[in-house]
């Protein structure tokens, strides 16, 4: 088949229009995202200075703000680490008794010198002079030599008792001139001249440090005491006096005004730099994340327009509350709202991307405030992971709620690390617990806006839709009561199916329930609405086909016309796929006669296209069951099954389930749910012995004959044209 003339171009043209949609996307969020945490350049209130430097004006608070001053931090964990005395080791008593050997030592020496015969008297005071580690004045030599031996023993008896006395005692380095001054004031009073000059000269020369410094223990023990210290708040009240013109700025002063975002930016550029390098990050795990989980039907340019749409909304209202001169107004930034719309449209798993890449912008903008990012994560992710059974409204509430008890538990946690007044945590509080209320009620406004807005289908719409009151199936009862029922039985034999192969069942629900709305413009011929009188038995086969080819298109205007979602108006487009409407085109055959091979089967196909979900496809296979199957009314498990495989079969033959992401299990799994539903539909009973002829009668009674036609349908349709029957429109391809 060839193409029409021109339409090469605008193929290659949509196809890369599509394929820039992701990058198009990634480069306008980061953008404006960039533009969004960079708005803080604009503000007009910034100034400009400089630690050490004196102020130009008076500056004052824009808001009142509590904060951790890391500066005034600092400050109290050094005077508490300086405030740690030295740590030094235990004291040593083999000092004590080295010292007092060393002392015995030298004096044993001095005895030998004293009794050297040899020796004249310089010599021996030479030899004493010349003790290593020993010194002694040439006048205390000669006393050491001269005295008599009572007096030398004596001097020898005082300097050991204290020496003994005084190496008892800690000794540190920095306290031994003290104590070898002590020990030089301990000789006894009743020493000779002699014995005075000789003990005060050497004893002190015995003494020393019995103590040391343990650097190891002193360091560890401060760092202990810094770290025992609590971080120390900081408030400043809304328009409060900073610094005056002319006082010198001091680091803590400068650190508050940057908390305050007063700094004007003197490098500007670097700053959106930062904040373009931030956006890049966040964009790069959404952009990850959406081309490796989403879903086939969210890969399109609406999907993607709503998801910039609420990530640059969230955004800029969390720069607009931080940046706010109210400050407890940033505990209202509804971020459970964002995931709770975030898990309803798209998934939990992508609702907690999105939650963490937006609480840090959030904290970000709250000056990278660590409490103020916690607090949003633990609400966000409450939120979505909460969330159940989305289709009652109280779910959303609950979610909240929680999400509103989990942030309390956030600001009790840095109360108590900060030690605030009870009066302001319970303020605090209060927001919280209104967030949550807040991020509830944003949601259910989301849904409708965003449903109006872009036509995505969420569950609070599907739960209006599946209300059989609903205006478009009340009309579809008045007009075409016989495809109403058809549609009730169709979702009924879906939904099953659907929960089988974890598909969204009350999305198959919802659409098979308006999958042939289209019917309602000519209700009288399509088969389950006739009553005896079959109006194509008076029409060409060509115009019997257009008319039932038209509730395709029909029940698809029908829905933008009543604004059902995208995702139903699938089910009405595709629950046909790209079919022949087989009883009329062998009827054109066998009319044309001879020339039934000019008949061209593409004037008897509906359009399509083939269903792209697991939804749909489901759908498209039920429609045909029951169709089929209401029929024939098969009474025995044999026939049930004959039918369901050979119209399941004749769909995967044809492809038509090729884009449905349907497996070849999954088909199984709805085959066979198909056919435990139509054994409790059709009430098949086991055979017992004895009772074939009450059943033959049964069946002779009871038993609805089907049209010799309906076989056309079930894989046994007569390829010749000239054994089709006439009454041909009475198949499942009218439904």
């Given at each position: 088949?060839?193409?029409?003339?021109?339409?090469?171009?605008?193929?290659?043209?949509?196809?890369?229009?599509?394929?820039?949609?992701?990058?198009?996307?990634?480069?306008?969020?980061?953008?404006?995202?960039?533009?969004?945490?960079?708005?803080?350049?604009?503000?007009?209130?910034?100034?400009?200075?400089?630690?050490?430097?004196?102020?130009?004006?008076?500056?004052?608070?824009?808001?009142?703000?509590?904060?951790?001053?890391?500066?005034?931090?600092?400050?109290?964990?050094?005077?508490?680490s300086n405030n740690v005395p030295d740590v030094y080791t235990p004291l040593d008593i083999s000092i004590g008794r080295a010292q007092l050997a060393q002392v015995d030592a030298i004096f044993?020496?001095?005895?030998?010198?004293?009794?050297?015969?040899?020796?004249?008297?310089?010599?021996?005071?030479?030899?004493?002079?010349?003790?290593?580690?020993?010194?002694?004045?040439?006048?205390?030599?000669?006393?050491?030599?001269?005295?008599?031996?009572?007096?030398?023993?004596?001097?020898?008896?005082?300097?050991?008792?204290?020496?003994?006395?005084?190496?008892?005692?800690?000794?540190?380095?920095?306290?031994?001139?003290?104590?070898?001054?002590?020990?030089?004031?301990?000789?006894?009073?009743?020493?000779?001249?002699?014995?005075?000059?000789?003990?005060?000269?050497?004893?002190?020369?015995?003494?020393?440090?019995?103590?040391?410094?343990?650097?190891?223990?002193?360091?560890?023990?401060?760092?202990?005491?810094?770290?025992?210290?609590?971080?120390?708040?900081?408030?400043?009240?809304?328009?409060?006096?900073?610094?005056?013109?002319?006082?010198?700025?001091?680091?803590?002063?400068?650190?508050?005004?940057?908390?305050?975002?007063?700094?004007?930016?003197?490098?500007?550029?670097?700053?959106?730099?930062?904040?373009?390098?931030?956006?890049?990050?966040?964009?790069?795990?959404?952009?990850?994340?959406?081309?490796?989980?989403?879903?086939?039907?969210?890969?399109?340019?609406?999907?993607?327009?709503?998801?910039?749409?609420?990530?640059?909304?969230?955004?800029?209202?969390?720069?607009?509350?931080?940046?706010?001169?109210?400050?407890?107004?940033?505990?209202?930034?509804?971020?459970?709202?964002?995931?709770?719309?975030?898990?309803?449209?798209?998934?939990?798993?992508?609702?907690?991307?999105?939650?963490?890449?937006?609480?840090?912008?959030?904290?970000?903008?709250?000056?990278?405030?660590?409490?103020?990012?916690?607090?949003?994560?633990?609400?966000?992710?409450?939120?979505?992971?909460?969330?159940?059974?989305?289709?009652?409204?109280?779910?959303?509430?609950?979610?909240?709620?929680?999400?509103?008890?989990?942030?309390?538990?956030?600001?009790?946690?840095?109360?108590?690390?900060?030690?605030?007044?009870?009066?302001?945590?319970?303020?605090?509080?209060?927001?919280?617990?209104?967030?949550?209320?807040?991020?509830?009620?944003?949601?259910?406004?989301?849904?409708?806006?965003?449903?109006?807005?872009?036509?995505?289908?969420?569950?609070?719409?599907?739960?209006?839709?599946?209300?059989?009151?609903?205006?478009?199936?009340?009309?579809?009862?008045?007009?075409?009561?016989?495809?109403?029922?058809?549609?009730?039985?169709?979702?009924?034999?879906?939904?099953?199916?659907?929960?089988?192969?974890?598909?969204?069942?009350?999305?198959?629900?919802?659409?098979?329930?308006?999958?042939?709305?289209?019917?309602?413009?000519?209700?009288?011929?399509?088969?389950?609405?006739?009553?005896?009188?079959?109006?194509?038995?008076?029409?060409?086969?060509?115009?019997?086909?257009?008319?039932?080819?038209?509730?395709?298109?029909?029940?698809?205007?029908?829905?933008?016309?009543?604004?059902?979602?995208?995702?139903?108006?699938?089910?009405?487009?595709?629950?046909?796929?790209?079919?022949?409407?087989?009883?009329?085109?062998?009827?054109?055959?066998?009319?044309?006669?001879?020339?039934?091979?000019?008949?061209?089967?593409?004037?008897?196909?509906?359009?399509?296209?083939?269903?792209?979900?697991?939804?749909?496809?489901?759908?498209?296979?039920?429609?045909?069951?029951?169709?089929?199957?209401?029929?024939?009314?098969?009474?025995?498990?044999?026939?049930?099954?004959?039918?369901?495989?050979?119209?399941?079969?004749?769909?995967?033959?044809?492809?038509?389930?090729?884009?449905?992401?349907?497996?070849?299990?999954?088909?199984?799994?709805?085959?066979?749910?198909?056919?435990?539903?139509?054994?409790?539909?059709?009430?098949?009973?086991?055979?017992?012995?004895?009772?074939?002829?009450?059943?033959?009668?049964?069946?002779?009674?009871?038993?609805?004959?089907?049209?010799?036609?309906?076989?056309?349908?079930?894989?046994?349709?007569?390829?010749?044209?000239?054994?089709?029957?006439?009454?041909?429109?009475?198949?499942?391809?009218?439904?």
């Amino acid at each position: 088949m060839h193409s029409l003339p021109g339409s090469t171009s605008p193929q290659r043209l949509r196809k890369s229009i599509h394929d820039l949609r992701l990058p198009l996307f990634a480069v306008f969020l980061t953008l404006s995202l960039t533009l969004i945490l960079s708005i803080d350049l604009l503000r007009a209130e910034q100034v400009d200075v400089v630690v050490g430097q004196p102020a130009q004006e008076d500056i004052f608070a824009p808001e009142t703000y509590t904060f951790i001053s890391k500066i005034q931090t600092t400050q109290a964990r050094n005077i508490a680490s300086n405030n740690v005395p030295d740590v030094y080791t235990p004291l040593d008593i083999s000092i004590g008794r080295a010292q007092l050997a060393q002392v015995d030592a030298i004096f044993n020496f001095i005895d030998t010198v004293r009794a050297d015969s040899q020796a004249n008297l310089d010599q021996k005071i030479t030899y004493i002079q010349s003790i290593e580690g020993l010194t002694v004045a040439e006048t205390v030599a000669y006393d050491l030599v001269t005295m008599n031996q009572d007096d030398y023993a004596g001097a020898r008896a005082e300097i050991m008792r204290i020496v003994d006395d005084l190496m008892r005692e800690d000794i540190r380095e920095s306290q031994l001139d003290e104590f070898q001054r002590l020990s030089r004031r301990s000789a006894s009073l009743g020493l000779t001249s002699a014995q005075s000059s000789v003990v005060t000269n050497i004893v002190g020369q015995f003494i020393v440090p019995t103590v040391f410094f343990d650097e190891e223990a002193t360091l560890e023990n401060r760092e202990a005491a810094g770290a025992a210290v609590e971080p120390v708040p900081r408030s400043v009240a809304k328009d409060q006096r900073i610094v005056r013109a002319g006082e010198i700025i001091s680091e803590a002063d400068y650190e508050l005004m940057v908390e305050l975002g007063l700094l004007r930016q003197a490098t500007g550029w670097y700053y959106v730099a930062s904040n373009f390098l931030i956006a890049i990050v966040f964009v790069v795990l959404i952009v990850l994340y959406w081309q490796l989980y989403r879903d086939p039907l969210e890969d399109n340019g609406r999907y993607l327009i709503l998801l910039a749409g609420l990530i640059l909304f969230y955004a800029l209202t969390a720069k607009m509350l931080t940046t706010s001169s109210i400050s407890t107004l940033k505990l209202l930034f509804p971020i459970a709202s964002l995931a709770m719309l975030i898990a309803v449209i798209f998934d939990v798993r992508f609702s907690i991307l999105i939650t963490i890449t937006i609480a840090g912008i959030f904290a970000f903008s709250a000056h990278s405030s660590l409490e103020m990012g916690i607090y949003a994560t633990v609400g966000g992710l409450l939120a979505s992971l909460t969330l159940r059974d989305a289709q009652r409204l109280v779910a959303y509430f609950q979610a909240g709620l929680i999400a509103a008890v989990g942030q309390i538990a956030v600001l009790a946690i840095f109360a108590l690390t900060a030690q605030l007044e009870l009066i302001g945590f319970l303020q605090s509080s209060l927001y919280a617990l209104g967030n949550g209320v807040l991020s509830a009620a944003l949601t259910l406004a989301g849904f409708y806006i965003l449903g109006g807005l872009f036509g995505i289908i969420t569950s609070l719409q599907l739960q209006d839709l599946s209300r059989l009151d609903h205006p478009l199936l009340q009309e579809l009862l008045r007009r075409a009561p016989g495809t109403y029922h058809h549609s009730i039985m169709v979702a009924n034999l879906a939904e099953q199916a659907a929960e089988r192969v974890k598909a969204n069942s009350t999305l198959v629900r919802v659409g098979a329930f308006y999958h042939d709305i289209g019917k309602m413009n000519r209700p009288a011929f399509f088969t389950e609405n006739q009553e005896g009188l079959n109006p194509h038995d008076s029409l060409d086969a060509y115009t019997s086909a257009r008319i039932i080819v038209a509730h395709v298109p029909d029940g698809v205007e029908l829905a933008k016309r009543y604004r059902l979602p995208d995702r139903i108006r699938d089910f009405i487009a595709e629950h046909h796929g790209t079919r022949l409407v087989k009883g009329f085109y062998f009827k054109a055959q066998e009319e044309a006669d001879e020339e039934a091979d000019q008949v061209n089967p593409d004037q008897f196909r509906y359009p399509g296209p083939r269903p792209r979900s697991r939804e749909t496809g489901i759908v498209m296979l039920a429609d045909a069951v029951e169709a089929t199957s209401s029929a024939i009314r098969p009474n025995n498990p044999a026939a049930i099954e004959k039918l369901v495989n050979s119209l399941v079969n004749e769909d995967v033959r044809e492809g038509q389930l090729n884009n449905s992401g349907l497996s070849m299990g999954d088909v199984e799994k709805i085959r066979l749910s198909f056919i435990e539903t139509l054994k409790g539909r059709f009430h098949v009973r086991v055979k017992y012995p004895g009772n074939e002829a009450l059943e033959e009668g049964s069946k002779a009674g009871k038993a609805l004959p089907a049209p010799d036609t309906v076989l056309d349908v079930t894989a046994s349709l007569p390829l010749n044209p000239a054994q089709a029957k006439p009454s041909l429109p009475r198949t499942r391809d009218l439904s």
